[in-house]
Nanobody
Framework: QIQLVESGGGLVQAGGSLTLSCEHS????????MGWFRQVPGKARELVAA????????YYADFAKGRFTISRDNSKNTMTLQMSSLSPEDTATYYC???????????????????WGQGTQVTVSS
């Protein structure tokens, strides 16, 4: 069993920055790829960024490229999403997710993720 806890969400003005953190506990040695997703009411959850177990391979959704940076520190059991140049369109609940099955590579399909955090709200005002 793995527990994921997000933090760092909040209210920020357009153009501002936020850093989200995800702390995972439990059987962390079995954590493989991890990712950040986001969801707004009435819409499907979408992948923001994903990272392999080693941290050497990353994936970004087109809207995140050049603005967001995903990273992880396995020694601290944490994953981070640095977000900059935020716009109101980035307003959503952001979720941390982890894969424990399969390879150590990242996954881009939400269905491949085994554990999810409770989410942290990010609100960007115009």
């Amino acid at each position: 069993q793995i527990q994921l806890v997000e933090s760092g969400g909040g209210l920020v003005q357009a153009g501002g920055s936020l850093t989200l953190s995800c702390e995972h506990s439990g059987r962390t040695t079995s954590t493989n790829g991890m990712g950040w997703f986001r969801q707004v009411p009435g819409k499907a959850r979408e992948l923001v960024a994903a990272i392999s177990w080693s941290g050497t391979s990353t994936y970004y959704a087109d809207f995140a490229k050049g603005r967001f940076t995903i990273s992880r520190d396995n020694s601290k059991n944490t994953m981070t999403l640095q977000m900059s140049s935020l716009s109101p369109e980035d307003t959503a609940t952001y979720y941390c997710a982890a894969v424990v099955r399969g390879s150590t590579q990242y996954k881009t399909d939400a269905k491949d993720y085994d554990y999810w955090g409770q989410g942290t709200q990010v609100t960007v005002s115009s």
